[in-house]
């Protein structure tokens, strides 16, 4: 079955970086694009990024355009999100996404604060 399981996030202080990773497993990773969205406490979902199958697109929501940069293993069925230039209202959960045939797929999670 279809698993997404996301490692990475933490405290980080406001202009610092931060790698997240997102590992998938039990589908052809290459032939499906795949997505971080976020959510901060009492807000809407929020598509941030996203990358095609072969990793030759991506594209990024206006607010983290020129901070982060989505990127993709195809060998290591594996997607990053290097986030640079953090802002506090960057904290949120982040999610890793990934649709097939109709049906949607959302890792657990993990969690970015960045705060002094």
């Known amino acids: 079955q279809v698993q997404l399981v996301e490692s990475g996030g933490g405290l980080v202080q406001p202009g610092g970086s931060l790698r997240l990773s997102c590992a998938a497993s039990?589908?052809?990773?290459?032939?499906?694009?795949m997505r971080w969205y976020r959510q901060a406490p009492g807000n809407e979902r929020e598509l941030v990024a996203t990358i095609s199958g072969s990793g030759m697109w991506s594209k990024y929501a206006d607010s983290v355009k020129g901070r982060f940069t989505i990127s993709r293993d195809n060998y290591k069925n594996m997607v990053f999100l290097q986030m640079s230039s953090l802002k506090p209202e960057d904290t949120a959960v982040y999610y890793c996404?990934?649709?097939?045939?109709?049906?949607?797929?959302w890792g657990k999670g993990t969690l970015v604060t960045v705060s002094v």
């Open positions: 039990g589908f052809t990773f290459s032939t499906y694009a």
């Open positions: 996404y990934t649709t097939q045939n109709g049906m949607e797929y």
